[in-house]
């Protein structure tokens, strides 16, 4: 398996607080990336990132920032959580965009 | 844009039985197409990836097959076994940097 962590692996918070995710490799893969996984709705693509300090916006990325500062590092914070922002958050990272993604194990957020 | 599509939603098949899971997606301009499996409240891990420019690539039991001008992509599952009970999801890289996923087979392999 890709050396993928994802921390926490559970998290509930309330409306309004901010909170961050984080994802770590140990690949040294160039491209990292974050999903949100919704029933009905599949994986959706938030944010993504080239190379250290690029990153660009996915599908879903209203309400989500991202950074990163070192490769093996993307943080993925929430400004403000909604209850929409509740879901199961995946990190992947792949070589290459033409590369097969690896995925982390999942963060799950809850937000009351 | 891209759309992809998984049909049946749910598939329950006796073990032994040799299976196909289907795909399709609406824009035949992708880089490539990848097969995941998921577990219940796991992550997904990769099975196989085509390129564009194959027309199929095979691991152990699977198979998977892209026909790009028909936007269609079929898993083959050889033998079925009850370990290959888990979600299936499909997903195809349209350049700049994404993957676009349809929202999967569950299948269920019964002893």
């Known amino acids: 398996d890709a050396g993928i962590t994802q921390s926490p692996r559970h998290k509930v918070t309330e409306t309004g607080t901010p909170v961050t995710l984080r994802c770590h490799q140990t690949?040294?893969?160039?491209?990292m990336y974050w999903y949100r996984q919704d029933p009905g709705h599949g994986l959706r693509l938030i944010h993504y990132s080239y190379g250290v300090k690029d990153t660009d916006k996915g599908e879903v990325s209203d309400g989500y920032s991202v950074s990163r500062s070192k490769t093996e590092d993307f943080l993925l914070t929430l400004e403000s959580a909604t209850s929409s922002q509740t879901s199961v958050y995946f990190c992947?990272?792949?070589?290459?965009?033409?590369?097969?993604?690896?995925f982390g194990p999942g963060t799950r957020l809850t937000v009351l | 844009k891209q759309e992809v599509t998984q049909i049946p939603a749910a598939l329950s098949v006796p073990e032994g039985e040799n299976l196909v899971l289907n795909c399709s997606f609406t824009d035949s301009a992708i880089y490539n197409l990848q097969w995941f499996r998921q577990d219940p409240g796991k992550g997904l891990t990769s099975l196989l990836l085509?390129?564009?420019?194959?027309r199929e690539q095979t691991s152990g039991r699977l198979n998977a097959s892209l026909d790009k001008s028909s936007g269609r992509s079929t898993l083959y599952i050889a033998a079925s076994q009850p370990g290959d009970s888990a979600t299936y999801l499909c997903?195809?890289?349209?350049?700049?940097?994404?993957?676009?996923f349809g929202s999967g087979t569950q299948l269920t392999v019964l002893p």
């Open positions: 992947a990272i792949s070589e290459s965009q033409e590369n097969t993604q690896y």
């Open positions: 085509i390129q564009s420019s194959q």
């Open positions: 690949e040294n893969h160039r491209y």
């Open positions: 997903a195809v890289n349209i350049g700049a940097r994404q993957l676009t």
